[in-house]
């Protein structure tokens, strides 16, 4: 497994919420969720995103478990750390959604949580996604105004956030972890993992996955993040947020049909 490219880049010039962490044998993005108002910790998101990153990293030292495990001893061990500060039982207790693969001697076993997303083409070519589209599922709610962000009330997200016929994050529950998508792969030529701040050039800008896995291969993950920005900065209706925390991992596990164009 080769490092191609890992870059973050934050939205604005608030603290970045996504991180990314990257070891010889796996690979993790997380993107912690805005904040709210009122969340009963003491700790920021920034400040969650990296404790869990850390104690994944923590368990992928040990023996190899799923990683929908490795995820549930991470979220367990970060509430542990922080449960005597801060009520973990608020709805919107600090989180984030997640992405993580581990290469292994014959496959490749990946997890995605919430709306981060991976991305890898076989050495063929061709090209699969698999991210959590649960989030988009739930029904909408007038957003309304917190600390400066439009965004569905507390209330709702209380309704649906790691809820049954709801969507699943990284927070305070461990059980959340086996929501995870999970699955396994072989043949890997490159592999992307990112936050939905860069998805959004497939589900806003219309960019088909083949084409971006091209353009990291040829340019990086920071021509991607270059295109997002751009795409962004051009968008006559950006919503709620027009530059979002963004984030890509490239992978290479193969020489790649699109490294020579």
Known sequence: ?????????????????????????????????????????????????????EAVAVQMAGPPRPLADVLAAAIDAVSARHAPTCDLDNPVTPGATAA?????????????????????????????????????????????????VRRWPVEHVARFRNRDGGFWVAAADPRAAARARTGTAEGIGDLLLCTDGLTRL?????????????????????????????????????????????TAVLLRFADHPFASL
């Open 202 to 246: 497939t589900e806003r800008y219309e960019y088909a996955w083949p084409d971006l896995m091209g353009l990291a291969a040829r340019e990086g993950t920071g021509g991607l993040l270059d295109l997002v920005r751009d795409c962004e900065a051009r968008d006559p209706n950006p919503g709620a947020k027009r530059h979002d925390d963004a």
């Open 100 to 148: 993580l693969v581990r290469s292994g001697p014959d496959a490749l076993d990946w997890l995605v949580l919430g709306d981060c997303a991976i991305t890898w083409t076989d050495r063929d070519g061709k090209c699969r996604t698999e991210t959590d589209d649960r989030l988009a599922a739930v029904p909408s709610a007038p957003a309304v105004d917190l600390a400066g």
């Open 1 to 53: 497994m080769i490092v191609a490219g890992a870059e973050s880049r934050p939205g604005s010039a608030a603290p970045n919420e996504d991180l990314l962490l990257v070891a010889d044998t796996w690979a993790l993005v997380l993107d912690g969720i805005t904040r709210y108002p009122d969340d009963g910790c003491v700790h920021d998101v920034p400040w969650y995103t990296a404790a869990l990153a």
